[in-house]
């Protein structure tokens, strides 16, 4: 199995969604307030605000949860936070692309320095991995929506760049400047999108034995669980048996 959501898919099996869910909940809503007071408090003009609106939706955050950290964008209690993107190697030599909004950019950067250190990986200069990722706007359906030729027949005629089709979900890709006009788009079509996000593909994968796969695998879990980390990416691939024995 290879790609951004390896982590996410393992959290599911391991039914821990529960445990997660505050967690969770608090970076939606930090993605939510910045993203508002970055732009407009109104998602039809906002297209990364729109995108914050969904993914918390896909998470079942609750309406009421979403509307207070937008009216928090708007206020003087606001809390400021900084953008930055960290790079490094993983296990294995993977490139690994890690995205926070952090209030202390000192304390974010100490936890993850110290999170790839004791995973045998190190942190790298800004553009140092980059260059292996491609910056796309991802919207992903449900696989019910459609068949795959409707969805593929509607993402060529709505613009998209690249189109994944597969049994449980179909997703489709486009340039990050375009991403609100193709989710709007296809919307009107198949409903709204369980996702619409700004993410970093891999242009190709490292394959990984067991034990660096699981290091690895430990490395992301560590920096997803981090309070100011909003996304983790990196380009490898691990067994299916891996996957099994992590998920038993």
């Known amino acids: ?132 990722f491609s910056r796309l706007g991802v919207v992903e359906f449900d696989a019910k929506v459609g068949t795959a030729d409707e969805v593929l027949d509607a993402a060529i005629e709505a613009g998209a760049d690249d189109v994944v089709l597969g049994e449980t979900a179909h997703e489709i890709y486009v340039a990050p400047e375009r991403l609100g006009d193709l989710a709007k788009t296809l919307e009107k079509q198949f409903g709204e999108p369980r996702k619409a996000a700004l993410i970093w593909k891999a242009q190709s994968t490292v394959a990984l034995d067991d034990e660096q796969g699981e290091k690895l695998l430990r490395l992301v879990e560590t920096l997803e669980d981090h309070d100011d980390v909003q996304g983790v990416y990196a380009n490898f691939e691990v067994s299916d048996a891996l996957l099994g024995r992590l998920s038993a």
């Open 1 to 132: 199995m290879a790609g951004h959501s390896q982590y996410k898919n393992i959290m599911h099996r391991k039914g821990r969604q529960d445990a997660v869910r505050s967690k969770l909940f608090s970076k939606l809503a930090r993605e939510i307030t910045v993203a508002a007071k970055l732009g407009v408090p109104d998602p039809n003009m906002n297209a990364r605000l729109r995108a914050a609106i969904l993914a918390a939706r896909a998470e079942n955050m609750p309406k009421d949860n979403i509307e207070r950290a937008i009216r928090k964008s708007q206020g003087g209690e606001a809390e400021t936070y900084e953008e930055i993107r960290y790079e490094g190697y993983g296990p294995g030599g993977v490139a690994m692309i890690v995205e926070v909004l952090t209030d202390n950019r000192n304390r974010t950067a100490s936890d993850v320095r110290a999170a790839f250190t004791r995973s045998g990986g190190n942190l790298a200069e800004t553009g140092a991995v980059a260059f292996q």
